[in-house]
């Protein structure tokens, strides 16, 4: 794989690193100051860590706020899980839902119009 620099003098070219290490209150700091939809998406999006399909498949319907759960239909696996959610993350669903009046078949994601407009839609992107 690396054998144009697979001798002592160049191997600092091929040093492979891991992940940084992300300061968990920092992150939650951020987070928290994000606006109403942004926040609840993030939120079930660091509990729950579904894949972008998985997030945007999302409906209302998913969401079982009296017992903290979502059902999650992962793709790949081709079933449903029942994930926790925290008390954190039920609050700011459940804000996110009555600040656009969300219905049961809308979905979570959806989309946000400049003049604060949601419209269901299961949208997504690729990228090339």
């Not at 239909?73 to 804000?95: F, G, I, P």
């Not at 049961?104 to 990228?127: A, P």
């Amino acid at each position: 794989m690396f054998i144009l620099y697979n001798d002592e003098e160049n191997k600092d070219l091929i040093k492979l690193g891991g992940k940084q290490k992300v300061d968990r209150d920092d992150l939650m700091e951020l987070v928290r100051n994000l606006p109403i939809r942004e926040k609840a998406i993030c939120l079930v999006n660091l509990i729950t860590a579904n894949r972008p399909s998985e997030m945007v498949a999302l409906k209302i319907k998913d969401f079982e706020l009296e017992n903290n759960s979502v059902s999650i239909y992962m793709k790949k696996q081709k079933s449903w899980h029942e994930k926790r959610l925290t008390q954190e993350s039920t609050k700011a669903v459940k804000d996110y839902i009555n600040r656009y009046k969300l219905k049961e078949d809308d979905y979570f994601v959806g989309r946000v119009y400049k003049n604060g407009r949601y419209e269901s839609v299961k949208s997504f992107r690729r990228s090339i």
